[in-house]
């Protein structure tokens, strides 16, 4: 088992950087796969960007690149996701999630842990 918290978020405006943290129990937490995941209101949840376990390849999506980071610390079980140039569009539930079977995957079905998320609003 693997339980995940995040931390991080809160209100910004547009044009400024948040750094969101997700800590991981366990001890094979640098064997997981581990991504971030986000859900605007009325909308379904959508992949973020990935992070291989030990190669730290990194895979993200085209609304994020080049503004989002993510990256971990598998001595501290952490995995974080940097925000730069955040925009209004931006807002939502960010939830970290973390897969065991390493599938680099950017569908939800693919993870079988999650945290409870943090809410990141960004005004306009």
């Known amino acids: 088992q693997v339980q995940l918290v995040e931390s991080g978020g809160g209100l910004v405006q547009a044009g400024g950087s948040l750094r969101l943290s997700c800590a991981a129990s366990?001890?094979?937490?640098?064997?997981?796969?581990m991504g971030w995941f986000r859900q605007a209101p009325g909308k379904e949840r959508e992949f973020v960007a990935v992070?291989?376990?030990?190669?730290?390849?990194?895979w993200y999506a085209n609304s994020v690149k080049g503004r989002f980071t993510i990256s971990r610390d598998n001595a501290k079980n952490t995995v974080y996701l940097q925000m730069n140039s955040l925009k209004h569009e931006d807002t939502a539930v960010y939830y970290c999630a973390a897969d065991a079977n390493q599938q680099y995957s950017t569908s939800p079905a693919a993870y079988e842990y999650w945290g409870q998320g943090t809410q990141v609003t960004v005004s306009s």
């Open positions: 992070i291989r376990g030990r190669s730290g390849n990194s």
């Open positions: 366990g001890r094979t937490f640098s064997s997981y796969d």
